[in-house]
């Protein structure tokens, strides 16, 4: 069974930083792009950051020069460092690993989420 276990959300002041973990089944992480998303109250889920098997990595542009996405293939562990908090990035944030399959496809599987919230 994959699992996708996070850790390191908490409460924040503003220009503080976290460092959220996933651990995740080793049976999919060295190959998955490892990401992670983040949903506030009443909005849609987005894609903060993500980290190919490679190591290339693609962040959205509010976090960038903030957060750094980094794995750590031989722990099974991808790590999101946030720095600069905003009130903004208040939100749960979810560790996903998008890994192929057969015939080109993808699966995703999803942790259960972390509580990042930042104090103005």
């Known amino acids: 069974q994959v699992q996708l276990v996070e850790s390191g959300g908490g409460l924040v002041q503003a220009g503080g930083s976290l460092r959220l973990s996933c651990v995740a089944s080793?049976?999919?992480?060295?190959?998955?792009?490892m990401g992670w998303y983040r949903q506030a109250s009443g909005k849609q889920r987005e894609l903060v950051a993500s980290?190919?098997?490679?190591?290339?990595?693609i962040y959205a542009e509010s976090v960038k020069g903030r957060f750094t996405i980094s794995r750590d293939n031989a722990k099974n562990t991808v790590y999101l460092q946030m720095n600069s908090l905003e009130p903004e990035d208040t939100a749960v944030y979810f560790c996903?690993?998008?890994?192929?399959?057969?015939?080109?496809?993808?699966?995703?599987?999803w942790g259960q989420g972390t509580q990042v919230t930042v104090s103005s």
């Open positions: 980290i190919t098997s490679g190591g290339q990595t």
């Open positions: 080793r049976i999919i992480f060295s190959i998955s792009t």
């Open positions: 996903n690993a998008a890994t192929p399959r057969l015939r080109g496809t993808l699966t995703n599987y």
